[in-house]
């Protein structure tokens, strides 16, 4: 009985130790902020400026939300970084939009808008 015991105990504190190790070498995510509203209304000035038919608008605007989406989670995943719109934030953060749209503007220019 003692020996079950000593094994029970052995398996907890090992189990214990695993998850205090694991916790603190794991690097946790550090926030980032995002200006998504700067980024929108930039997006949409250029498409109100630009010549193109409102069908291949639209679906220009369709292609950035996704675009939007897609690239600001791959971001975070890449550096290891919790993206939260500015408004959010009061400081302390690092500012991530140059960054995130430029992701953005480069999954823009690989989509062929040719048959949009």
Do not use: R
Not at 6 to 34: G, K, M, R
Not at 42 to 68: D, I, M, Y
């Amino acid at each position: 009985m003692k020996t079950i015991l000593a094994h029970a105990f052995t398996a907890c504190i090992s189990v214990f130790i695993t998850l205090i190790l694991w916790q603190t070498l794991l690097e946790q995510p550090s926030i980032v902020s995002f200006d998504m509203k700067k980024t929108v209304k930039s997006f949409s000035t250029q498409l109100a400026q630009s010549s193109l038919t409102p069908e291949t608008k639209k679906k220009l605007s369709v292609n950035f939300t996704k675009a939007l989406v897609t690239e600001s989670k791959a971001y975070a995943k890449a550096n290891n970084v919790i993206v939260i719109v500015s408004p959010a934030i009061i400081s302390g953060s690092v500012d991530a939009t140059h960054s995130i749209n430029q992701m953005v503007q480069q999954k823009l220019t690989s989509i062929d808008i040719s048959g949009v």
